[in-house]
Nanobody
Framework: VQLQESGPGLVKPSQTLSLICTISGGSITSNYYHWNWIRQPPGKGREWIGA???????YYNPSLKSRTSISRDTSNNQFSLQLSSVTPEDTAEYYC????????????????WGHGTQVTVSS
C-alpha cells in the first residue's frame, strides 16, 4: 500500500488548507483501517489531526476540531483534509497515514505513511 499527498505548498493566512491523499495498492474501505492526517511543525513533534474510518466515520483532534474536515472519495480511493482559518502556526510537514484502528498519537499503530508534503502559511 502506498500513500501520496498532494496540494498547495503555500497558503495565505486566514485561508483554507486543502490536501488530498491518494491510496494505491489498497482500498480506502478496507476493514479495520483508519486513514489519518498527521503534521509535524518545524522543530516540533508529530501531531495527529484526525482520521476517517473505513465506515466513513470521522474523528478529530479536539484542539483542531473546530477548523478541520476530513472526507473521502471512494471512487478515486482518496481522502482529503481541509483546515480552515490557517495561521503561520499551521506551517508544517503534513502526512497521510493508515492505521489499524484509530491510531491517534500511538505512532506504532501506523502501517502505512505517505512521504509528506510541506505546507507553509505565509502572506
Amino acid at each position: 500500500v502506498q500513500l501520496q499527498e498532494s496540494g498547495p505548498g503555500l497558503v495565505k493566512p486566514s485561508q483554507t488548507l486543502s490536501l488530498i491523499c491518494t491510496i494505491s495498492g489498497g482500498s480506502i474501505t478496507s476493514n479495520y483501517y483508519h486513514w489519518n492526517w498527521i503534521r509535524q511543525p518545524p522543530g516540533k513533534g508529530r501531531e495527529w489531526i484526525g482520521a476517517i474510518a473505513n465506515s466513513g466515520s470521522t474523528y478529530y483532534n479536539p484542539s483542531l476540531k473546530s477548523r478541520t474536515s476530513i472526507s473521502r472519495d471512494t471512487s478515486n480511493n482518496q481522502f482529503s483534509l481541509q483546515l480552515s482559518s490557517v495561521t503561520p502556526e499551521d506551517t508544517a510537514e503534513y502526512y497521510c497515514a493508515g492505521s489499524r484502528g484509530l491510531g491517534g498519537d500511538n505512532w506504532s499503530s501506523y502501517s502505512y505513511w505517505g512521504h509528506g508534503t510541506q505546507v507553509t502559511v505565509s502572506s
